[in-house]
């Protein structure tokens, strides 16, 4: 079970505290708020600041916009995913278990009915227990091998919203998972997946809520075939501009 954290800025995913050997902010609660745009620039060109929580890359910057995060986190508050310890020992606890026989049984049905359009209404329920569920269930489905279950998914994928928070991120990255998976079994597969992500990474805007969504699409499309995805990245830098940071990484994409 996750635990249910205070409103408060330290609790929220966007806050960072300096994790360098150059302040002792990690240990006295103060940090900065990687919502402020001053700092998109310098995270862009080191991967130091999100993966190790290191500032010494922009200290200065960091020292100037540092505060105590023990303060009312405001409207964009996030919360951090925080599991209980009783569940400590579980490692998937961010994947939708299939153990219920409830699940099973729904399982077997579309399993044996191929019935997926029924799956996808449930996927749309204001229900959050019954969109997990049948969440749960297309993915078991498309894992066995099921055509029309990755399909569905696919189309599910598409049909989603735009990001507009961390969660969003880590939801289509949890989808991609299964997506990125399967396409090794099925070469029209692939074809379909690829043009999929050009068209996310085309309509999603590169920023600190969809940076991991980012890394994750652009490791599975260097390992794709040169030929494939050369000219369709291509097209994309035509289309859209990045960072200079972003705008490399697509381009040792391209010509690996």
Not at 8 to 20: E, G, K, L, M
Not at 53 to 70: A, H, M, P, T, V
Request: charge should be negative.
């Amino acid at each position: 079970m996750f635990i249910e954290l205070d409103s408060i800025c330290q609790n929220c995913c966007y806050y960072f505290s300096d994790c360098s050997n150059l302040t002792d902010d990690f240990r006295n609660g103060f940090g900065v708020c990687l919502r402020n745009d001053d700092f998109n620039s310098y995270i862009e060109e080191n991967e130091e600041i999100l993966e190790n929580s290191d500032f010494s890359y922009c200290i200065e910057l960091y020292q100037e916009k540092r505060f105590d995060g023990n303060r009312e986190a405001c409207p964009y508050f996030e919360p951090l995913e925080i599991i209980d310890i009783e569940d400590a020992d579980n490692e998937d606890y961010e994947t939708i278990q299939l153990d219920d026989a409830q699940l099973d049984r729904m399982l077997e049905e579309y399993l044996q009915s191929q019935d997926y359009e029924k799956l996808l209404e449930m996927l749309y329920s204001s229900d959050e227990e019954e969109k997990t569920d049948a969440l749960a269930v297309l993915f078991k489905c498309t894992y066995l091998g099921g055509k029309e279950a990755y399909s569905s998914l696919l189309k599910y994928y598409k049909a989603l919203p735009p990001v507009i928070s961390i969660n969003d991120t880590h939801f289509r990255m949890k989808i991609l998972e299964v997506l990125i998976t399967m396409q090794h079994s099925n070469e029209e597969y692939r074809i379909v997946l690829i043009d999929m992500l050009i068209n996310e990474l085309y309509k999603t805007p590169s920023n600190n809520t969809t940076r991991q969504l980012y890394t994750q699409i652009l490791k599975f499309l260097d390992r794709c075939p040169e030929d494939i995805v050369a000219d369709k990245l291509l097209w994309l830098l035509e289309k859209k501009k990045y960072s200079s940071k972003m705008k490399q990484n697509i381009l040792s994409v391209i010509y690996k």
